[in-house]
């Protein structure tokens, strides 16, 4: 079996759902054995000593260019806050080492454009966070798509809905400022909108041509993590509201909000077409919910598909239908995805070059926000 060294820059929620996936990957493929060589966090000594203790890793830091020089290392997991992105991905690829980052990958153009040319410069494999792509009922419904069995595609509909900062008492933290952040729930939860519409729906449209989009950042300051009784003020998105016209003139909507009180990750679609229509929600993610106009009157409606070992990568995680899959099952696969693109030297399906697309999307819709109009995609390429 294959052995892969693993070097971890940040020990936030999303490293901590990496390591579920990472150390699931063995059991559940039996392929790639990740090997967990360095952890790194500006923490204190026993807090990182903690986090090193829990996943298996043989050694901690608190400097991440420790993770970077380390000759074990050969792929470099970053965890890390927005700005930190390019700067520790041009390192790693600098040191010959593949690079899997979180979204959003960049702040600037000019530093997605670098991060790009030192990646590909390299010769490395990059991998960026859109884990949802591999969620074995959306996988699914990829598949129904690209048979037609949809017919023609009319329109697109994708929103996630989270509350991580609905309680306006929630200090502030680095994604409530922009230059930390460089967007809040733009760069955080509506590019996995923006990644969904990509995989299920741009064979058929073509791609997205232009965007016209609003924004509200609704709890303006917030305490002052560093002393309570200050505030400090906001300045990035809480809710964002998209149209979005595809180069075949068919409309989407995207919708995104970090306040919706209730809602801690309500990711869905709905994909409309001339012979039916599909739907999903993460809060159900074992389930796809299909409709087609086959004519049959008497049985017309929407019926339930349940994921089962002939969806995606499911049989890895669940040897048996109807029970499920859950989110760190799912991390997992896309952990096997990019180690298995290491070993056979394959491209990723979302690599730095995809994120940057997927960044410059983002551009334009910022764009549009601040001059109030349509902005063509082509206007930021």
Not at 46 to 53: C, G, I, V, Y
Not at 96 to 113: D, L, N, Y
């Amino acid at each position: 079996m294959k052995k892969i060294g693993i070097g971890l820059i940040g020990t936030g929620n999303m490293a901590r759902f990496h390591m579920q996936g990472y150390h699931s990957i063995r059991q559940a493929y039996g392929e790639i054995e990740p090997r967990f060589v360095i952890v790194s966090a500006p923490h204190s000594p026993k807090k990182l000593e903690d986090f090193r203790r829990q996943y298996g890793f043989e050694r901690c830091s608190t400097d991440w260019h420790d993770v970077v020089k380390d000759p074990a290392v050969e792929a470099v997991l970053i965890s890390a806050p927005n700005y930190l992105h390019a700067e520790m991905v041009i390192a790693a690829a600098n040191a010959g080492k593949h690079v899997m980052c979180e979204k959003p990958m960049s702040m600037t153009k000019a530093e997605g454009i670098a991060m790009c040319e030192a990646v590909a410069q390299a010769g490395v494999i990059s991998l960026v966070d859109f884990v949802y792509l591999r969620c074995p009922a959306i996988v699914e419904a990829h598949k129904i798509i690209e048979n037609g069995e949809l017919g023609e595609l009319i329109s697109f509909r994708g929103w996630f809905d989270a509350s991580y900062m609905s309680n306006p008492h929630t200090p502030i933290e680095w994604r409530g400022q922009k230059q930390f952040a460089g967007t809040g729930a733009m760069g955080d939860v509506v590019a996995h909108i923006i990644s969904l519409s990509d995989f299920l729906v741009n064979g058929h449209f073509g791609g997205m041509d232009e965007v016209c989009a609003a924004w509200d950042t609704v709890i303006t300051e917030r305490p002052d993590k560093r002393d309570p009784n200050q505030r400090a003020a906001v300045d990035t998105d809480d809710l964002d509201c998209i149209l979005i016209r595809y180069k075949t003139g068919r409309l989407g909507v995207m919708y995104a909000s970090r306040v919706a009180a209730g809602h801690d990750t309500r990711l869905g679609f709905e994909i409309l077409g001339s012979k039916g229509s599909v739907k999903f929600g993460i809060n159900r993610m074992n389930e796809l919910i299909l409709f087609k106009n086959d004519g049959n009157e008497e049985q017309r409606g929407f019926k339930t598909l349940y994921a089962n070992t002939k969806h995606g990568e499911y049989e890895h995680y669940c040897l048996y239908n109807d029970v499920g899959v859950s989110y760190a099952d799912v991390v997992g696969m896309q952990a096997q995805h990019f180690l298995h693109a290491i070993a056979s030297e394959t491209p990723t399906l979302t690599d730095v070059q995809y994120r940057y697309h997927v960044d410059r999307v983002m551009e334009a819709m910022q764009r549009s926000i601040a001059e109030h109009r349509w902005v063509k995609l082509e206007e930021v390429l």
